[in-house]
């Protein structure tokens, strides 16, 4: 079955500890997302990235850093400098990053920082 | 980004149709007009998307306005299945759009059996 892994699906951290979280697809996309999520709130971009080594921020980067060495992975590290990383996080794909390309999620992993 | 304003929650009868308004008084001539929908607990998904005309797929309908201030997600006959929060997003047909998804906080749809 082609999509979007995400692991793990919980999470627990101590807090000032960096954690990566992965993300691997086999669509053969080439534009890869990460959104965070708070309760009862939408979906708010960090990273981007269009193709493979190569990847911008988006709204919220402050604090996590990616990395796009593979076309099918875009690992995410929430470092000891974001402030409030308890979150449910949430990683997509989509064959291109065009105005009308759907866009694939993956089940999310929610992160708890203690 | 052009911004939308949706309902907070909607409910509806299992079995009906429910339509789920969403108002986009700010959009651009070249703006897409995407739905995607989240499931408790899940990543959102793609319900449909459209530019002017109205659109059909298997999951649901897209009626747009002759002046595309707003539109009009069309579920024809609910049912439990689709009780989730429906996010209405505009996004930038032309230039260096990279895909970006603005989500707003959405309608949360109930649906009753």
């Known amino acids: 079955d082609g999509g979007i892994t995400q692991s793990p699906k919980y999470l627990f951290r101590k807090e000032g500890q960096n954690v990566t979280l992965s993300c691997e697809q086999n669509?053969?996309?080439?534009?890869m997302y990460w959104y965070r999520q708070d309760p009862g709130q939408g979906l708010r971009l960090i990273y981007y990235s269009q193709i493979v080594n190569d990847f911008q921020k988006g709204d919220i980067a402050e604090g996590y850093s990616v990395s796009r060495e593979k076309k099918e992975s875009f690992p995410l590290t929430v470092t000891s400098a974001q402030k409030n990383p308890t979150a449910f996080y949430l990683c997509a794909s989509s064959a291109i990053a065009g105005s009308t390309d759907t866009q694939y999620f993956g089940p999310g992993t929610r992160l708890t920082v203690l | 980004d052009a911004k939308t304003t949706q309902p907070n929650s909607m409910e509806s009868n299992e079995e009906e149709p429910v339509h789920l308004p969403c108002n986009h008084s700010t959009i651009s001539g070249t703006d897409y007009i995407h739905w995607y929908r989240q499931l408790p607990s899940q990543g959102p998904e793609y319900v449909i998307h459209?530019?002017?005309s109205n659109v059909n797929n298997r999951m649901a309908s897209l009626a747009i306005a002759e002046d595309r201030k707003s539109s009009t997600l069309i579920l024809h006959r609910a049912t439990l299945r689709d009780a989730a929060v429906y996010y209405c997003i505009l996004r930038v047909g032309g230039g260096t759009s990279y895909g970006k998804l603005t989500f707003g906080q959405g309608t949360i749809l109930t649906v009753h059996p």
């Open positions: 669509l053969n996309h080439d534009a």
């Open positions: 459209g530019l002017t």
